[in-house]
């Protein structure tokens, strides 16, 4: 066959291709939902793939066979009426068209001028943002690549804010702390290593049972810190774990940290999304306290990431705590010509110089389906959560951990497991059937099983089903049991694989 000139394609040959991959996907979106996955075994799967870097292509019919051909039996199916897996959503169809494209056309949102369309509908949903979340006209909305750059842009605030406060030479940044929930987000430590603090200046702090943080324990990590003459530059609270969903008493942690004269940073990542429901709003009370904020449309609305929302509610703080080098890219915009037009492009407020056009998936979702929709399945999801909570609660063989807070539910065996081998193979021997899925974690040296509902498919009924599946393993495994789990793949710890 004779190859097109290198390296595109022709327009026909572009739309046979993109019609063949876009059906496929199709299918595998509205088909049946028979397993949750056809095996994670690496090496299989490496099978469909050349071995060696192609030097000449295959031409877009091989493409368009490889994209819709066995390898995808092994794409794990997050709309799988038992798939209780991570936070990963399947995409909304309007994402999906939102990925479409921002993929054809690559639109920037870094500058006005080279991405005109990008950047007003960027403007438009920071906009709708502020409206959601009654947000002053000094907050500033960012668009970010996740929860993790959100929570190292606030960070950099509370540390622009605290250097604001002590311009002095004496005031030294080892003597500064950041408090957080002993069940927060590993990024929150991380990002507080990245703006220059180490172990000692990031303390966690003790949390309920139900991972909600302690606010005496939060009193006396504070107590101690300011005993130690430190000074406390930020606090984060997390509106929603990603261990079990818990919301922190938001009111209660603003209140410590303006009496500290601390940052108040949310950790919005997970939980934001209950302010598309009214039934769900009062889990953020006291947001709006916070000084900033972030939240995952990648997350609970449906969305593919990246798609992530940074909030500073002045929008000054945010300002300063990133313009210091932007003067030198004069090649991205250049102040002096564009200050008439527009003197602060998206660019100079984000940590992210290129970000992907991710504002067109969240237009096309609110513009679809409208708020209140979306607000209506998160409802749901915590609808579901609590019914399988109480499902849990009346079944003998099962604990719950406690009642959920959000759409996550913990709960385990009521058999003995001490080490929680128990309950880590039952998982793991889980993860490599294809009947359902979910994860597990770890809370006060407990190992839970976590169901985080997430698939639109999932009924009441489909919530029994986990139940029974859970129980029907964890009896064939004489629980608790430290039987090897049978390989298929997912614990090899050959991870290259063999190839078969
Ligand atoms: C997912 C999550 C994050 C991290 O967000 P990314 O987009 O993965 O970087 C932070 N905090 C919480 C509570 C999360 O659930």
Known sequence: MTHP????MTRDQAEALLHDVTAHALDLAFG????????GDIGQI??????????NGAGPDALARLMTGPMTKHIRDYRHPLHFGHQRPAPLVASWAGDILAGATNSTVSAHEAGPMSVAIEERVNLWIKTLFDLPATARVTQTNGGSESILTGLLCAREHW?????HPSADLRRAVILHSECAHYSIARSARVIGLSSGNIRAVPTHPNGRISI???DSAIETALAEGREIIAIVASAGTTANGAFDNLPACAKRAKQCGAWFHVDASHGGAAILSPNLTSLLDGIAEADSFGWNPHKLMWISPPSALFIARDSAMLWNALSGELAQASYIADQKALQRISPKDPVEWSLACTRPFSAIKVLASLFAYGSDALGARVARMVALAQHLAALVAGRSEFELLCQPDF??????LSAPDPDNRGHRTLRDRMATMDKAYL????MHGRYWLRAHMISENTTKADLERLLDAVLEIGLSGQFPSNQPIPEKGFHDANRGGTRQ
Do not use: M, W
């Open 5 to 8: 000139p290198a390296p595109e």
């Open 32 to 39: 049946s939902h028979d397993k949750t996955v056809t095996s």
């Open 46 to 55: 490496s099978s469909y793939l050349p071995e060696t870097l192609p030097r």
């Open 163 to 167: 250097q604001a406060a002590h311009p």
């Open 216 to 218: 005496t324990a939060l």
């Open 407 to 412: 759409n996550i539910v913990c709960f385990r």
């Open 439 to 442: 994860t597990g974690v770890e």
